[in-house]
């Protein structure tokens, strides 16, 4: 019922930038929020970012400052603009919501953060 979709993912020296994109679409109505999730390499799944529908968003303390998340009602997509990229930036980042009890989550794109 909800399908997400990431790309924008790659390649990219420290302290570089990068925008992800999310693109949300739904057949039960519109989520009330949209995450970001990122797993590092042999590492857990760690937050990122959420946006709300209201438009208010909240950051991990590992990339607040440096990461922007927002939403483009028209598109309906998520952006996850990235700048300072460092090293431990390097993850495999992904889409998150829940709708009527269900978790979603999109297949996720790869970000390598590298000279």
């Known amino acids: 019922q909800v399908q997400l979709v990431e790309s924008g993912g790659g390649l990219v020296q420290p302290g570089g930038s990068l925008r992800l994109s999310c693109a949300v679409s739904s057949s039960r109505g519109s989520p009330y929020f949209i995450r970001w999730y990122r797993q590092p390499p042999g590492k857990q799944r760690e937050f990122i970012a959420t946006?709300?529908?209201?438009?208010?968003?909240n950051y991990a303390d590992s990339v607040k400052g440096r990461f922007t998340i927002s939403k483009d009602n028209v598109e309906n997509t998520v952006y996850l603009q990235m700048n300072s990229l460092k090293s431990e930036d390097t993850a495999v980042y992904y889409c998150?919501?829940?709708?009527?009890?269900?978790?979603?989550w999109g297949q996720g794109t790869q970000v390598t953060v590298s000279s």
């Open positions: 998150n919501t829940q709708l009527l009890g269900t978790d979603y």
């Open positions: 946006h709300y529908s209201g438009g208010s968003t």
